[in-house]
């Protein structure tokens, strides 16, 4: 069964992702912000499963990019629990579509969130330089390492979740980069991983 992580955050931001989770139910039919196949199951597949993302990062941060935002997840997710965790990491979330940027936008309203959206691609973004780089369901490896690489600080962290897939994407992206990179377990999906990913560089 997969592990939950509500145990691990304060009432207060338990709260706050729950007010997140009635944000995204209502905004949903409108923007399509998840598939509408998973809001049955929208804490577990969304909102628990960037949880662990943050708590992966391990030592605070002061600065942190996520790219392909899209619903808030992981960015916003990441930022609420940053509010109490890391009071000082501000945010960059990166959304081309107007409509998704918006939702982000209130978002950062009703949670006083320390983020800045940016509404445009991540390849056009001037780099950003962050300590810690996330993206999920953005890209397959070899096509997301040029983006990260683009954005991540030097001595930074790229975390990135990735489905069952991910050893061939691992091994594709070798082909033109080479990195340090730790495989963490789902604990929302068994054939899921979380890459950590340092030191990367191109061959």
């Known amino acids: 069964m997969p592990q939950s992580l509500d145990g691990n955050v304060s009432r207060e931001t338990h709260e706050k992702l729950q007010a997140l989770e009635a944000l995204v139910r209502r905004w949903n039919p409108r923007i399509n912000l998840v598939a509408a196949s998973t809001l049955d199951d929208l804490w577990a597949r969304h909102i628990v499963d960037s949880m662990q993302v943050f708590e992966l990062v391990g030592q605070p941060v002061t600065s942190w990019v996520d790219l392909g ?36 936008l209130v978002c950062q309203q009703q949670f006083s969130l320390n983020l800045t959206v940016r509404v445009e691609r991540a390849e056009q973004l001037s780099p950003v330089s962050a300590d810690v780089v996330s993206a999920r369901a953005l890209a397959p490896l070899p096509q997301l390492l040029p983006l990260v690489h683009r954005h991540l600080a030097l001595g930074g962290i790229a975390l990135l979740p990735k489905g069952k897939n991910h050893m061939a994407e691992l091994e594709a992206a070798r082909a033109e980069w080479q990195f340090d990179v730790t495989s963490h377990d789902s604990k929302t999906d068994e054939s899921a991983r979380i890459l950590a990913l340092k030191d990367i560089q191109r061959v």
């Open 69 to 104: 935002s899209g619903g808030g997840f992981p960015g916003i997710v990441c930022a609420i629990m940053a509010l109490e965790q890391m009071p000082d990491c501000h945010f960059t979330l990166v959304e081309s579509d107007k409509r998704k940027a918006a939702f982000l």
